[in-house]
């Protein structure tokens, strides 16, 4: 071993130590890193901020952007409402779109099948009582396992194809994968699906890393419209499935009273609830709630009511500084847990939260008259009701990945949402998760060092000398876990080029056929579950899902043990 591939070495082991122990933040250490690549020769000057420029790196900046736009779009209402409606929940709901992200993921890139499930997760995470953290690194690992099964299912595969080609002048056909890779991709997607709940419980969706905007509870008034999701609902249910926290039920201006399990939303009714802005927002634009004041050019302001407010100890329905002046009160955000009668009955006290609606000259004369402080609020999404464009868009873009490299095809698809105005550039690029983009990019030259300084060939030479390579299932495993230990740091095209004359010399020294030898290279090349930046799905998943670096270690290795031993396993019988 060179003294560049064994600094190397001891540069990655130092920076998965500083990342799993998640003291410093990630793309500190990334750069770090980087820098000290550079310092001991790894890479030459022009390389050392090439990964900025990489087309997985402007991939992903391209779906991140995409997807801002899809997870506004309300196209997937109807799928992820009728999932919560039928009582779906965690496991059931996660191994379902898990499974179908896997199934899409046969036959497409792995990049594809999950930017087309992505917004689907996100809509059935704000509709449901599931937290998107149970949702998001689930269709990662579905989309890579879904790659396992057909030869066109990842660029891996149609490498190790080609090498065996070159090697005995047959190739594998496009389900000789699937004999190993079905079961493995089938056992790790129910193991997610299981697992999910457990590592990201709903008490820890809303994490301290998280990029967000804080969540405020709130409390609102809203009728129920005709065709509303909610009609036929029980206020027992409404907790579960539409996040909502019911306080009571009008209906023709009067209380309904009973348990709020025979309480049965019916269209026309008046619901005084409480539930996250967010909640609200979703559920106005979807249809499924509406205010009985709303103005189509209204703004919309926050504010405070400080100690020296004329408003405290008032009731809603009192305030003439704001009815006087056409501004509506549509929701409340309340210190006191006590909520009796109805919206306008609500008292007001220190610290309390109006969301006012109305002429924003005349919110502002207003607050100033009754000395309440505005709040600098952000300003609400935009919603495109039940728009199918958006998401035909980025339908185009992916199948136009089969004819152009995907960095380009997405590149069409954020253009044409900005010049439709779907897409605002400007605002969503700095709404991005930067940390885990300057992470991957980051990462990206150390990766191809990795391949480029000989450091993966001294490393199965050194296995070869001391395992039994001879036998023909101690070779497949060496290979194996040789893949796995490299696709965290290089692409698994990489891996499948680097790895595959290693196999077949394992192969020739067992004096066994490479089929078997080949499959393991390409199984470990696409299971990738360790790191957020070892296959851009995983870096998606870090930045839409606010996981930490250790989260993918708790959730990834699990999944990589059983798929190890159980591909093993069918390589051996199904191969050997």
Request: net charge negative; glycine share 6%; charged share 15%.
């Amino acid at each position: 071993m060179t003294p560049e591939q064994a600094c190397l070495l001891i540069l990655l082991i130092a920076m998965l130590v500083l990342f799993l122990i998640d003291r410093f933040r990630v793309e500190v250490v990334a750069i770090a890193g980087l820098l000290a690549g550079y310092a001991l020769g790894l890479y030459p000057t022009d390389a050392v901020f090439a990964g900025f420029a990489s087309p997985v790196v402007i991939t992903v900046v391209e779906i991140l952007l995409v997807v801002q736009v899809l997870a506004r779009t309300r196209f997937f209402d109807r799928v992820s409402t009728a999932l919560a409606s039928r009582g779906m929940r965690g496991t059931g709901v996660i191994a379902i779109l898990s499974g179908v992200t896997g199934f899409i993921s046969i036959f497409m890139n792995n990049i594809g099948a999950f930017s087309i499930s992505l917004p689907v997760a996100l809509r059935i995470s704000a509709v449901s009582a599931i937290p998107k953290r149970q949702l998001i690194i689930p269709i990662s690992f579905a989309a890579l396992l879904g790659g396992l099964v057909s030869l066109i299912g990842t660029p891996a595969n149609l490498l190790v194809s080609n090498a065996l080609a070159a090697a005995t002048g047959e190739s594998f056909r496009l389900f000789d994968f699937a004999y190993v890779g079905l079961p493995v991709a089938a056992a790790g997607i129910l193991m997610t699906s299981v697992l999910a709940p457990l590592l990201f419980p709903a008490d820890g969706d809303d994490d301290e890393t998280a990029p967000e905007t804080p969540r405020r509870r709130m409390v609102a008034e809203r009728r129920v419209p005709a065709n509303s999701p909610l009609i036929g609902a029980n206020l027992a249910d409404l907790p579960a499935r539409f996040a909502l926290k019911p306080h009571a039920l009008l209906r023709n201006d009067a209380f309904v009273f009973g348990s709020a399990e025979r309480s049965i939303v019916e269209a026309g009714d008046l619901l005084l609830v409480e539930a996250d802005d967010t909640v609200f927002i979703d559920l106005a634009a979807s249809g499924a709630l509406q205010t009985d004041h709303g103005q189509a050019e209204a703004s919309r302001v926050e504010a405070v009511v400080m100690p020296e407010s004329t408003l405290v100890g008032s009731r809603l329905r009192s305030l003439e500084v704001f009815s006087t002046r056409g501004i509506a009160i549509s929701a409340l955000s309340m210190r006191s847990p006590r909520i009796e009668g109805r919206f306008e009955d609500l008292q007001l006290s220190i610290g309390d939260v109006l969301v006012l609606e109305g002429d924003r000259a005349a919110i502002s004369e207003a607050l100033e008259e009754c000395e309440c402080l505005p709040l600098a609020s952000p300003p609400v999404p935009p919603s495109f009701s039940l728009s199918w464009q958006p998401f035909a868009i980025f339908a185009c873009g992916i199948a136009a990945t089969t004819v152009v490299r995907p960095d380009i095809a997405l590149a069409g698809v954020v253009l044409v949402l900005a010049l439709l105005n779907y897409l605002n550039i400007r605002q969503a690029m700095a709404d991005l998760n930067w940390p885990v983009i300057i992470m991957l990019a980051a990462m990206i030259p150390i990766g191809s060092a990795v391949g480029t300084s000989g450091t993966a060939e001294v490393i199965a030479s050194a296995l070869g000398a001391i395992l039994p390579v001879s036998q023909p299932l101690a070779g497949i495993a060496v290979v194996l876990l040789l893949a796995i230990a490299l696709t965290p740091f290089v692409n698994n095209a990489t891996v499948a080029i680097v790895l595959s004359p290693i196999a077949i010399e394992f192969a020739a020294a067992g004096h066994h056929q490479p089929q078997a030898y080949l499959l393991a290279v390409a199984l470990g090349a696409s299971l990738d579950f360790l790191t957020p930046f070892g296959h851009h799905n995983n870096t998606l998943a870090m930045g839409i899902g606010s996981y930490r670096f250790s989260d993918f270690i708790r959730a990834g290795l699990p999944v990589t043990v059983l798929s190890y031993f159980l591909s093993l396993l069918l390589l051996y019988v199904f191969w050997v």
